[in-house]
């Protein structure tokens, strides 16, 4: 194993636009602790450092888009092309890494990103952060076994303890969306009955968020991600 230079804030903002450059986003950092149920970044060497690895659809969406995964017509397309990209740059930069959809069971990648802060849970499920809104999904975790060279930043609060009217949850027009959660069955039973209805094109509670608007999904991404959900 070749020896990597300290996390330092020049690696960080290296990392952050090499993660740009292939449609991803750094979108936050922290020390693991022991009951964060955190990997070891490789064999016999525990994660001393965590990086939450995003994306925003749109920018992702083009870039997977002309991926030989996105073309090949077999399951699971995004997760595979992002299993290829992601685990090349983890392994050029040392770091360990481990992902969202591997499972069940499944690693609480939500817990692990509000560690890292600027996210609130929002009513609807989805984590919601206060530049860009409920718009971000969650790609991976890069594990190091180094530890931070720069002070972790103090995180801001995700924006949804401050959103007093919460246009989120009037939104859904299946009324799958109350104090009791997100109803799962209800949505899907609505998207089942009404295969025109807008909702196929992007969920409409999403929509309705004031927060992280210039981050919206296109109709196109969203079409997508709505199809792999029904299926
Ligand atoms: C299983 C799963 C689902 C299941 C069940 C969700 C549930 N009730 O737990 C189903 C299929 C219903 C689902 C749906 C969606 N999901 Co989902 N899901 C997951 C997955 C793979 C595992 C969740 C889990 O069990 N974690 C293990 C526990 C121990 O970890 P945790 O962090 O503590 O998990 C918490 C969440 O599950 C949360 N939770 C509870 N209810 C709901 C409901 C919803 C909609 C969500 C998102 C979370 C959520 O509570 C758990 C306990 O704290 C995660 C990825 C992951 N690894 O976390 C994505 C994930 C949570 N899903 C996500 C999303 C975006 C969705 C959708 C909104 C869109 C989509 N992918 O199609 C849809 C909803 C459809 C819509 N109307 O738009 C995102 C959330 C991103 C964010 N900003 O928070 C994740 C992180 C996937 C990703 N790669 O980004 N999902
Ligand atoms: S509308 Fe308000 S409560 Fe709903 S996700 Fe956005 S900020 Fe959070
Ligand atoms: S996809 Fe449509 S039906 Fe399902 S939760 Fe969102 S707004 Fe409601």
Do not use: K
Not at 162 to 181: E, K
């Amino acid at each position: 194993m070749t020896s990597h230079p300290a996390r330092d804030a020049v690696w960080l903002a290296d990392l952050g636009d090499r993660l740009a450059r292939a449609g991803f986003r750094l979108l936050g950092r922290f020390e693991p602790a022991p009951d964060d149920g955190m990997p070891d970044a490789r064999a016999g060497h525990a994660a001393r450092a965590v990086f939450v690895v995003g994306s925003l659809s749109n920018a992702l969406f083009e870039i997977f888009a002309r991926s030989p995964e996105a073309a090949d017509g077999l399951p699971d397309p995004l997760d595979r092309f992002t299993r290829r990209v992601l685990t090349r740059l983890a392994e050029s930069e040392g770091l360990g890494i481990v992902f969202p959809f591997e499972g069940p069971p499944y690693h609480p990648f939500q817990r692990w990103t509000l560690r890292a802060g600027s996210f609130s849970r929002s009513p609807m499920g989805v984590l919601a952060h206060r530049t860009f809104g409920p718009w971000a999904g969650l790609r991976a975790a890069l594990l190091s076994p180094e530890p931070l060279a720069v002070p972790a930043a103090s995180p801001a609060d995700g924006p949804c303890p401050t959103c007093s009217d919460m246009p989120c949850m009037s939104a859904c027009p299946a009324g799958a969306l109350s104090q009791a959660g997100y109803d799962v069955p209800r949505c899907l039973a609505y998207l089942r009955a009404n295969p025109t209805a807008p909702c196929h094109a992007g969920c409409l509670a999403r929509h309705a968020c004031p927060f992280g608007r210039a981050h919206a999904q296109s109709a196109q991404a969203g079409s997508f991600h709505m199809r792999s959900f029904l299926s």
